[in-house]
């Protein structure tokens, strides 16, 4: 009975009337910046964190490390979206404003109120239109240590396996940002980054293990600059990609069709959908114009698409055509707030 259950489970599967297709698209950036801001200014409001213990252990000897990581972090951090604005062609000026009073980034209170007042004071003292802070820039991490084994030469110089110790770091590190936007009072983006870092070293004790690991540093600094160019990334269009679905069963043209699709001539597949607008079958009919809606999506005209998934669904009853206008209708939206975006 089981398999009986299964040969129809693959039947109905391999006897879908549909088929994928994969389409490219752009999509707007998720942080809307208004057209008023031009030259913004950088700080760093973040607090080195206390991670000090008054011991000899590795755990206290990586705690002395990790604000060293830290201090570098952040500035590499800072680096990495300072370079990222200066290629945005939106914006005028950029600054990293390291000299501010520490009275003035004090403008955030412990009751989550914001001083935009403050605020204000910065964007006119330094001729800026919008501050980008740094909120925080934390790193944390855990260590474990495991025995193993390793080769290592003896006094003839001949290696032999000797028993090791095995330190494991994974370092978390956190990453946060803010937009703040004094003329509009409002913070346009509030967004973490976490990124996690693994690094490994084998010794015949915890300090030789310790001491084996290789590039720690230079890897914390490097993934802290692609931090902070991610998030200056984040202000920008993007490309990505939708899976559309089309009828490619039901008469011998959509067969046809289907052929012609899976072999690259999307042109030929567009006539014999086009074709099967004339069948007698209203089912079919409701297939070719829900394929027509594929065919003017995949041109680029949204407009149309619209108009066919919605004659799909109206005049023939197609039950995903509904479904697939929703998404035009979404995409279309999208599209608009791009247009904004691109425009100067």
């Known amino acids: 009975m089981r398999l009986l259950i299964l040969g129809h489970l693959v039947l109905i599967v391999a006897c879908s009337p549909t088929k994928s297709i994969v389409l490219q698209t752009m999509e707007p950036s998720p942080v809307h910046i208004?057209?008023?801001i031009k030259r913004i200014g950088i700080i760093n409001r973040s607090q080195p964190s206390d991670q000090l213990k008054d011991d000899t252990s590795i755990n206290s000897v990586v705690a002395i490390e990790e604000q060293w990581l830290e201090e570098k972090g952040r500035s590499a951090a800072l680096t990495g979206l300072f370079q990222k604005l200066l290629k945005d062609s939106r914006f005028q000026s950029v600054n990293i404003l390291d000299s501010i009073p520490q009275e003035l980034m004090n403008f955030e209170m412990e009751n989550d109120s914001i001083s935009w007042a403050m605020i204000n004071d910065i964007c006119n003292t330094y001729d800026v239109d919008a501050v980008f802070s740094m909120s925080f820039f934390d790193t944390e991490t855990k260590v474990s240590l495991k025995k193993t084994s390793m080769m290592q030469p003896n006094l003839m110089r001949v290696k032999v396996k000797v028993k090791a110790q095995e330190i494991t770091l994974?370092?978390?590190?956190?990453?946060?940002?803010?937009?703040?936007?004094p003329k509009g009072k409002k913070i346009i983006d509030e967004f973490v980054l976490n990124n996690q870092i693994v690094s490994t070293g084998k010794g015949e004790n915890p300090w030789e293990a310790?001491?084996?690991?290789?590039?720690r540093r230079d890897t914390l600094v490097k993934q802290s600059k692609v931090a902070g160019s991610n998030y200056g990334q984040r202000l920008l269009p993007y490309e990505d990609s939708v899976e559309r679905q089309?009828?490619?069963r039901g008469s011998q043209n959509l067969d046809m069709a289907h052929t012609f699709m899976e072999s690259g001539d999307w042109q030929g597949a567009f006539q014999l959908w086009e074709k099967e607008l004339e069948n007698t079958n209203p089912n079919i009919v409701g297939r070719a114009?829900?394929?027509?809606?594929?065919?003017y999506e995949i041109n680029g005209d949204l407009d149309k698409a619209m108009e066919w998934?919605?004659?799909?669904?109206?005049d023939y009853n197609n039950k995903n055509a509904l479904a697939y206008l929703d998404k035009l209708k979404y995409r279309s939206s999208q599209n608009q707030i791009l247009e904004k975006q691109l425009s100067k």
């Open 289 to 295: 114009c829900y394929n027509m809606a594929v065919r």
């Open 309 to 314: 998934a919605s004659k799909a669904h109206s």
């Open 170 to 181: 994974e370092t978390l590190i956190e990453n946060g940002w803010r937009i703040y936007y």
């Open 34 to 36: 208004s057209k008023n």
């Open 246 to 248: 089309y009828y490619a």
């Open 210 to 215: 310790y001491r084996a690991i290789e590039g």
